[in-house]
Structure formats: structure tokens, C-alpha cells
């Protein structure tokens, strides 16, 4: 039997879209001098919902390291974290800064 391309023999090709994932973005939390580590911890406790111990690591992070990865997002979160955290740092008087980058 030769297989003529112009015969149609009722068999569909299935083809299926793939949804691409989300670029996220690493918001990343800078060391200072002058922000305490309370202040931190609170930040990363209730702007990024982390456990006591898991705020206690990145804080320590922050600290010893210069800088701590608070989690990763979408760029429209992550861009509203870091403006969440710098405007609470400015209200508190701290210089605490935040900033973001791809993944």
C-alpha cells in the first residue's frame, strides 16, 4: 500500500498549547547600618508571611551576607513588596532598602 498525502483518512493531528510559566522575580532586601534587625524580622514576618525561624535566617542573611532573598514573585508582586517595605521603612525612619531581579 503507498501512502497518498491528498487521501484523508479522518486520523487528527492533536496539537496542544503550551502556557509558558511566569518569569518570577527575587525580591532581595540590602544590608545597612542603621535598620535594626527587629525591624527586619517584622518585615519579613508580616510584608512576606514568613515563620519566626525562617525570618530569623534571612535577617541573619541580610546581616552577615549584605543581602537576604525575601522570596520570588511575579513582577506586579514583587514590585508591590518592595514599595510596601520601603514605605514602611520610611514611615519607621529606617533606610532599609529593597529591590528586585529576574530569576
Same mark, same amino acid.
Given at each position: 500500500? /503507498?501512502?497518498? !498525502?491528498? @487521501? =484523508?483518512?479522518?486520523?487528527? =493531528?492533536? %496539537? +496542544?498549547?503550551? &502556557?509558558?510559566? !511566569?518569569?518570577?522575580?527575587?525580591? @532581595?532586601?540590602?544590608?545597612? =547600618?542603621? %535598620?535594626?534587625?527587629?525591624?527586619?524580622?517584622?518585615?519579613?514576618? #508580616? /510584608?512576606?508571611?514568613? %515563620? !519566626?525561624? &525562617?525570618?530569623? +535566617? @534571612?535577617?541573619?542573611?541580610?546581616? %552577615?551576607?549584605?543581602?537576604?532573598?525575601?522570596?520570588?514573585?511575579?513582577? =506586579?508582586?514583587?514590585? #508591590?513588596?518592595?514599595? #510596601?517595605?520601603?514605605?514602611?521603612?520610611? +514611615?519607621?525612619?529606617? !533606610?532599609?532598602?529593597? &529591590?528586585? *531581579?529576574? *530569576?
Amino acid at each position: 500500500m /503507498v501512502h497518498d !498525502p491528498s @487521501i =484523508d483518512h479522518g486520523v487528527l =493531528d492533536e %496539537t +496542544r498549547q503550551k &502556557t509558558a510559566k !511566569p518569569t518570577l522575580y527575587k525580591v @532581595i532586601l540590602l544590608n545597612d =547600618d542603621y %535598620t535594626t534587625m527587629e525591624f527586619v524580622l517584622h518585615v519579613l514576618e #508580616t /510584608v512576606f508571611h514568613k %515563620t !519566626p525561624a &525562617t525570618a530569623h +535566617r @534571612i535577617m541573619m542573611q541580610v546581616h %552577615t551576607g549584605g543581602h537576604g532573598v525575601c522570596g520570588a514573585y511575579s513582577y =506586579d508582586v514583587a514590585e #508591590t513588596k518592595v514599595a #510596601t517595605v520601603q514605605g514602611l521603612a520610611k +514611615r519607621e525612619g529606617f !533606610p532599609l532598602q529593597a &529591590t528586585l *531581579e529576574e *530569576e
